[in-house]
């Protein structure tokens, strides 16, 4: 059986800089049913600078893009503990690192994946050292041209390491006319890599859809509701929709993976019995009659007379004994 889709919960920066807000969401989130919790690792000096604008002007204490950078850290001892959190729930811990100093804390750190934002796809710099830690990639592709992502592939390639691609638009949230569900089959035949979908539609069909059009990785953030603070929570799924997506795309993976044998009908025997239907006479008829089609009804059970499927075997036949209304009508009952 195809392994299941892998769904990765992203919290980003719905913890808005509280460790306690955090380690709730761990707990939130390994009562879902995804196999993975990303997080986002900000080291503000080492990837920022005062000069950074805002993508969206939202934070109401932060006087720059690099006040708020600053104010979503946590040390590297707090880190240990979110990791060693999500191991004791049974939460593999995904990280998307913005600078190199980042990649050194989630190697001492330890993490399953590295996920590539969109912004950092071409920046081969962080790439080389992630690639040096042999770790899978999980690259998203929102941001790219297909020219930009041949750059990137075949540097990937080259360092012989394990990767995927997400297709992921970058608008927060997505709408339906932006969400590229054909691209994952470009991706897919384009690179010959496990492909996925990274959702910001706050939707749970859009990640149903993508796992029923081949999807083999789903990401999408969480929070606990749409209204809270921070620049992803009007994209994001609450704790409630994932139980339902993780429910959905259970049964798509089931379905997919359980084909049917049309040319195999034994488990309908008994209700083909009930459900098709015998020939039967609609109205009263003599003997010597010749039957048309209008003479004919089919009712339920099948094996009381003559198959409905064969009612024009029976046209033009003449009645051997007289017929009342409804009666069922058989071999014997015909010249």
């Not at 959905?248 to 025997?269: C, E, M, T």
């Given at each position: ?5 892998y ?6 920066q719905a ?6 807000i955090?380690h ?6 390994a009562?879902t ?7 986002q ?9 005062i000069?950074?604008?805002?993508r969206?002007?939202?934070s109401?204490?932060d ?9 979503m850290?946590f040390?590297l001892e707090q880190?240990?503990?979110?990791k ?5 729930v049974g939460l593999d811990f995904?990280?998307s690192?913005f600078?190199?100093?980042?990649v050194?804390w989630l190697?001492t750190i ?8 969109s912004g950092?796809?071409?920046?081969f710099?962080l790439?080389e050292?992630i690639?040096q ?8 592709s929102?941001?790219s041209?297909?020219e930009?992502l ?6 990937l390639k080259?360092?012989k390491v ?7 638009t ?6 339906p006319?932006?969400y590229?569900?054909?691209?994952m089959?470009?991706l897919?035949?384009?690179y010959?890599?496990p492909?996925g979908?990274?959702?910001h539609?706050a ?5 149903i ?11 999408f ?12 929570a009007?994209a ?6 994932t139980?339902?997506l993780?429910?959905?795309v259970?049964?798509?993976?089931l379905?997919?993976?359980s ?6 009908n034994?488990?309908?025997?008994s ?6 239907k015998?020939?039967a006479i609609?109205k009263?008829?003599?003997a010597?009659?010749?039957l048309?089609?209008?003479d004919l009804e089919?009712k339920k059970?099948?094996?009381f ?6 009612f ?5 036949r003449?009645l ?5 209304q409804?009666d069922?009508?058989n071999?014997?009952?015909l010249a």
């Amino acid at each position: 059986m195809k392994n299941k889709p892998y769904l990765i919960a992203e919290i980003a920066q719905a913890h808005d800089g509280s460790l306690g807000i955090l380690h709730s969401y761990i707990d939130a989130v390994a009562q879902t049913g995804v196999q993975a919790i990303k997080f986002q690792m900000h080291i503000a000096e080492a990837e920022s600078s005062i000069h950074e604008p805002f993508r969206v002007l939202f934070s109401k204490e932060d006087a720059t893009r690099f006040d708020y950078w600053k104010r979503m850290e946590f040390t590297l001892e707090q880190w240990k503990a979110i990791k060693q959190h999500c191991d004791a729930v049974g939460l593999d811990f995904i990280c998307s690192p913005f600078s190199n100093l980042a990649v050194d804390w989630l190697e001492t750190i330890g993490v399953k994946a590295y996920k590539v934002g969109s912004g950092e796809v071409n920046n081969f710099l962080l790439l080389e050292r992630i690639t040096q830690t042999g770790k899978p990639i999980i690259i998203s592709s929102g941001m790219s041209s297909f020219e930009e992502l041949d750059q990137t592939v075949d540097f990937l390639k080259s360092k012989k390491v394990d990767f995927s691609i997400l297709q992921c638009t970058t608008a927060y949230p997505t709408q339906p006319e932006q969400y590229g569900f054909g691209v994952m089959q470009e991706l897919k035949e384009r690179y010959q890599v496990p492909v996925g979908f990274s959702d910001h539609s706050a939707k749970i069909s859009t990640g149903i859809a993508a796992v029923a059009l081949g999807a083999e990785i789903l990401e999408f953030h969480v929070v606990f509701h749409r209204s809270m603070f921070g620049p992803d929570a009007l994209a994001s799924l609450t704790i409630e929709e994932t139980k339902q997506l993780v429910a959905a795309v259970n049964d798509i993976h089931l379905a997919q993976n359980s084909p049917i044998n049309k040319n195999d009908n034994d488990a309908f025997k008994s209700l083909k019995s009930i459900f098709e239907k015998s020939l039967a006479i609609n109205k009263d008829l003599p003997a010597g009659h010749i039957l048309t089609f209008a003479d004919l009804e089919s009712k339920k059970p099948k094996g009381f007379g003559i198959s409905a499927t064969d009612f024009q075997k029976v046209i033009g036949r003449i009645l051997k004994t007289d017929k009342k209304q409804w009666d069922f009508l058989n071999e014997e009952d015909l010249a």
